[in-house]
C-alpha cells in the first residue's frame, strides 16, 4: 500500500510537469533568444549605462557575475549590522559578525543555510529588502550561468558567450517576478500567511502565553521554492504550517521546486536546435530523482529498528498531515534540486534515509538539481560521459558537435573535484584542528559516534553543493563553524561558475564537427544509461569511505 501510495503522489508531480514542460522550457528558451527588450529593461539598461547589443567573452561574463555577486553581499551583511536602525526591526538588533558573514554568503550563492532563528534574528527589512532580494538575484545568476554554457554549444567560431548584465535582467523581469507573483497569490490562496503584524501574544489551552509572530511570508515562500533557494521564514521551515499548512501546499511548493531545473532541460533542447538532446538529460534526472525516493520511502517506512516496526513508520520529525511519502517526496526533492527547504526534520529519519538525502546532494544535484545548476552540472557530467564512451571505442569524444578535447576535460573534472575536495576537507579541518575539533565536539554536535559524524559530513556537503538544510543535531552558530561553512559556500558556488564559464567559452570558439557513424548518439537510451553510470561511478568512488563512516555504520548496527 505504501508503494502504491508513493507511486501515485510521483505519478501526479510527472503529470504537472509534463503539462508545463513543453511551454514553459520554450518560453525560456525565448527569453534569452529574443531580439526585443521590454520597455522596463530598457530603463534598466539606460539607468545603469548598459549597451544590451554589445556581448561579453567569458572573462568579462565572468567579472560581471563576481562583481554583482560580491555587491549583494556587501549590502546583506551591512544591513544585518545595521538591523536595529532599519524600519519594521520588530525590536531585534545587530546580527553578530561571525553569522551576518555566513547568512550573507549563505544567501548570496543561492545557499540559504540559517544558523539562526530567523523569527528571532532577523526583522521584516532584512527579510524582505536583503534574503527575499538575494532569492531573486543569486537563482538568477545561476540560470544565466547555464544559458551561457548552452551558448557555447550553440554558437561557433565566436569570443562571446552572451551580456550577462541583459541575461540577468531579462531572468528576473520576464520568469522569476512574474512567476513569483502568481505563486505567492496561490498560496495566500491556500492559507500562507502574508502580513506584518509582527508578534502576536495568545493564550494557550494550559493556560500560558506565547507570542506568535506573523510576517510576510508567502512573498518569501514563493521564490525561496521557485529559486531552489530553501531559507525557511520561520525556523521550522516549511514544516511550519504558516509557511506550508496543507497537502497542497505541500504539492505546490514540490512543483515550484522542479519547475525551472526540469523545464531547463527543453530550453536546452531547443536553444542547441535538437529537443531530443534535452529529454535524454531530463530522463537521466528523472531516474535518478524516482530511485532516490523509492529507496527513501523504503527506508523510512520499513525500518527494522524496534521502534520504528511498532510505530508503523519512522514518523519520529515528520509532519503528521505529510506522512511519510508527501515528507520523502518533500525531503528528496528539496536534497535534489539544492533548494535545502525543509518539511520534516532530516536529522529523525534513519540512518539510511539520511544517506540517501546527503547522496541526492553528493550526485552533484543533477536530481534535477538547482535553478541553472542542475542544468549546466548535468552537462558537465556529460561531457565526461562522451569522453569516456570515446575512450572506449578510439574515436575523439565530441558533444553537440564540439570536440571534447584536453582543455574541455581539464575543466570538467576540475568541476566535479571541487565539491568532494570542499566537503571531505572542511570535515577534515575540523576534526584535525584542535581548537577547532573542541568547539565542533563540545559546541556544535549534539551526537557523537557515526550520527555526529553523519551531521558533521551533511552540514559540509549541504554548503558545498549550495544546498542549505541540515541534521538538526549541529549548532553551526559558533564562530568555526560559522567562518567554516562560509568559505564551503562561496568555493562550491564561485569556483564551478568559473569552471563553468571558461568552459563555455572554449565550446563558443570552436567550429561544429560533422556527424559520422562513429558519433555517440547522445539522445538514446544507452548514453541516458551511461550517464547515469558515470554520475553514480563517480560519487560513489569519492564518498563511499565517508558514507561508510557515518550513515552506513550507523545504519548496519541500528
Known sequence: MTYLYAFAAVLLVVVILAAIYRPFGDYMAWVFTSPKNLAPERFFYRLVGIDPDKEQPWRSYLRGVLAFSLAGLLLLYAMQRLQQYLPWSLGLGSVSPFLAFNTAVSFVSNTDWQSYSPEATMGYTVQLAGLCVQNFVSAAVGMVVAIALVRGFMWRKRKEIGNFWVDLTRCLWRILLPISFVGAVLLMALGVIQNFNGFVNISTIAGGSQSIPGGPVASQEIIKMLGTNGGGFF????????????????????????????????????????????????????????????????FESFSPHATTQLAGAAMEGKETRFGIVWSSLFGGTATGTSTGAASSMYDSYTALGGMMLMLNMMFGEVSPGGVGGGLYSIL??????????????????????????????????????????????????????????????????????????SELVYAFTSAANNNGSAFAGLTANTPWMNTALAVAMLLGRFVPIVLVLALAGSLAQQDKVPTTSGTLKTHRSLFVFLLVFVIIIISALTFFPTLALGPLAEGLVA
Open 380 to 453: 558537465v557530467m556529460a561531457i565526461v560521459t562522451v569522453f569516456i564512451a570515446g575512450l572506449l571505442v578510439g574515436r575523439t569524444p565530441e558533444y553537440l558537435g564540439k570536440k571534447i578535447g584536453p582543455r574541455q576535460m581539464k575543466l570538467a573534472s576540475l568541476y566535479f573535484l571541487v565539491t568532494p575536495i570542499i566537503v571531505l576537507a572542511g570535515t577534515a579541518i575540523s576534526l584535525a584542528i584542535p581548537a577547532a575539533r573542541n568547539s565542533v565536539e563540545h559546541t556544535s554536535l549534539l551526537n557523537s559516534g557515526s550520527h555526529g559524524f
Open 235 to 298: 525556523n521550522a521551515n516549511s514544516a511550519h504550517p504558516f509557511e506550508n499548512p496543507n497537502l497542497w501546499t505541500n504539492l505546490l511548493e514540490i512543483i515550484a521546486m522542479l519547475a525551472i531545473p526540469v523545464c531547463m532541460t527543453r530550453t536546452f533542447g531547443r536553444m542547441v536546435g535538437d529537443l531530443r538532446q534535452g529529454y535524454a538529460l531530463v530522463a537521466a534526472m528523472f531516474v535518478l530523482w524516482v530511485v532516490s525516493f523509492i529507496l527513501l520511502v523504503s
